[in-house]
């Protein structure tokens, strides 16, 4: 709903003066004899972005009626609640009054002005409270990533020949600790870079992306057949040879981050598909989230070369180069292999076009991590007893992981991939991806109504399906409901709608019809996020967003 500024400053013109004068006397009687104070309607506000939500709770047994709001003369009864969406600018006085089967309020007028902020400060804490957790989240992810870099190829036989190269210098621990600062330094900046470069949200839309999503699928699956030795992508030599001699012919600290920014060169082969994956799942979470993500890459990274120059001894026990660097390639070479499909299968359930179902899906996994394990495997007998072991370490895992997977070709949740796989059908409940029809059908059968907003690619999406929507006792409550399942990432064309009841545009996809929905007459744009409705279209509880406990989402139902 949308009320202009104009029609606020005209709205308590439009009521007759007989209307006024007996609503009062029909509200004031039943008041005079009871001779109490009732509030059957709690008004509250909610602050997002540059618009603002109003919502009205009722009591049970109590209805309310708007008398005046914007241009509209009402006469409007709600008894459950009342939900609306403004920009602030249009913000204006509403005039309604309760009533139940014995008496009536007086008529009132609220303004948003009027409502104690205390709840939106909880709010506001809590959503600083999840984006603190996302952003560890995302730097103990980058800790990981520079971990498994230092172990490839293009890293693990630099680190001895540089930091022998400080201690012949004579600089030795200082310039190898700054030389590890030179490395954080360059990540965090490209961290940074990509932050000022795209913003958060532009980052969010480029994850989500079908097209982009395509990009990234071909791009891990080449890096992937690099690391199986079919090809090697480096940045061109000139780059490093020319870095490398500028860095000798400078002195201090210069000379030492560009010593750091030739490893970046050099290093790239191996580096960039794990900096790649990192900043797309970084993607979207806050605005830090790149520059947290690889501030730990770089921190880790960056570790063994201030380690050895700290203790050079370690040196002579650390593990040489050699035919292990190219297993540990071909580990990574399935890994990235496994993780592109991710965003083939976003790509794939966002235009339709079914090239990759869920079944297809798990037996490419299996056939991965079935590899790792056969491939370690393959000639265990022929490597040292330390490597036997570090090998089993692996190999366990691979191959219990691949036949976890199995029975999920025959359509068991196996719930650990279900932040990459795409959904599972969930049985028992008839679903609809139409909001009208959805609506039109509650209507019909007077059923209450959940709306799913949701994305084909939202991780947490996935995780909610699997561990919530899934679970036997809230499939059983949710056969009380109409359930509409929207996807605000769908591609497909869908002329015939209209995309926003706002302005009467013309959509250009069915995700925009449903981003609309949600942010309209919702007031949200992240998901997933669940709605309950009436038959009416009336919200009967507020709105519920991310969980995996089935018992809080079964206490959230009504019905």
């Known amino acids: 709903m949308h009320i ?9 013109a439009k009521v007759t003066h007989m209307k006024r004068i007996l609503t009062i006397l029909l509200a004031f009687l039943p008041l005079m004899v009871a001779a109490q104070m009732v509030q059957p309607v709690k008004w509250s506000g909610e602050d997002i972005g540059d618009s603002v939500r109003l919502k009205a709770a009722i009591d049970k047994g109590w209805h309310m009626t708007i008398i005046e709001f914007g241009e509209r003369e009402y006469e409007q009864e709600f008894t459950d609640s009342f939900v609306v969406t403004l920009a602030k600018t249009d913000l204006c006085p509403i005039r309604f009054n309760a009533c139940d089967d014995k008496m009536c309020t007086a008529p009132e007028v609220w ?17 600083i409270t999840n984006e603190g957790r996302s952003l560890w ?24 020949m540089t930091v022998s190269f400080f201690l012949k210098k004579g600089g030795g621990l200082r310039d190898a600790v700054l030389y590890g600062l030179s490395i954080v330094i360059l990540y965090v900046g490209l961290g940074l870079l990509v932050t000022v470069l795209f913003g958060a949200s532009a980052l969010n839309d480029l994850s989500t992306n079908a097209i982009v999503n395509i990009i990234f699928f071909l791009i891990l699956v080449i890096f992937a057949l690099s690391f199986f030795g079919l090809f090697e992508i480096t940045l061109p030599d000139s780059w490093s040879t020319a870095l490398d001699s500028k860095a000798r012919s400078t002195g201090g600290f210069l000379s030492i981050l560009l010593m750091a920014f ?58 040489k180069s050699g035919d292990w660097m190219t297993s540990f390639k071909v580990v990574l070479a399935f890994l990235e292999l496994a993780l592109s499909l991710k965003f083939l299968s976003v790509a794939d359930m966002a235009y339709g076009w079914g090239i990759l179902p869920r079944w297809l899906f798990i037996a490419i996994w299996i056939v991965c991590f079935l590899g790792i394990g056969i491939y370690l ?10 490597r036997k072991i570090i090998r089993a370490i692996v190999i366990i895992p691979s191959l219990a992981f691949a036949f976890y997977l199995v029975p999920g070709l025959r359509g068991a949740p196996v719930k650990a991939i279900s932040a990459f796989a795409p959904p599972m059908s969930i049985s028992g409940r008839e679903v609809f991806n139409d909001y009208e029809e959805g609506m039109a059908f509650a209507r019909q059968e007077n059923k209450p109504v959940i709306i799913d907003f949701t994305g084909y690619g939202c991780v947490n999406c996935r995780k909610m399906e699997a561990y919530v929507l899934d679970d036997d006792s809230v499939k059983a409550r949710l056969q009380n409901y109409v359930f509409i399942e929207l996807f605000v990432d769908d591609k497909r064309s869908h002329e015939s709608k209209v995309v926003s009841r706002k302005s009467k545009d013309k959509g250009q996809s069915i995700g925009d019809i449903n981003s609309a929905i949600q942010r309209e007459q919702f007031g949200s744009n992240a998901q997933p996020f669940f709605v309950q409705l009436d038959p009416q279209g009336n919200q009967i509880a507020e709105p519920i967003a991310f969980t995996t406990d089935p018992t809080e989402f079964i206490n959230w139902l009504k019905y």
């Open 377 to 386: 495997l393959w000639d265990i007998w022929s490597v040292s007893t330390p």
């Open 137 to 160: 989240v995302i730097f103990l992810l980058g800790l990981l990533g520079g971990l498994l870099a230092i172990f490839t190829p293009c890293v693990w036989p630099i680190i001895p």
């Open 4 to 12: 202009s500024k104009k029609s606020c400053t005209f709205a308590l």
């Open 262 to 319: 030739t490893l970046v060169i050099v290093s790239f082969s191996c580096t960039g598909p794990i900096i790649g994956t990192l900043l797309v799942e970084a993607a979207g979470r806050s605005l830090l989230a790149p520059t947290i993500g690889m501030l730990g890459f770089a921190i880790a990274l960056a570790l063994p070369f201030s380690l050895f120059a700290m203790f050079p001894q370690w040196l002579k026990q650390a593990p």
């Open 111 to 127: 303004s948003f002005e009027s409502i104690d902020r205390s709840a939106d400060r909880v709010q506001n804490t809590d959503q």
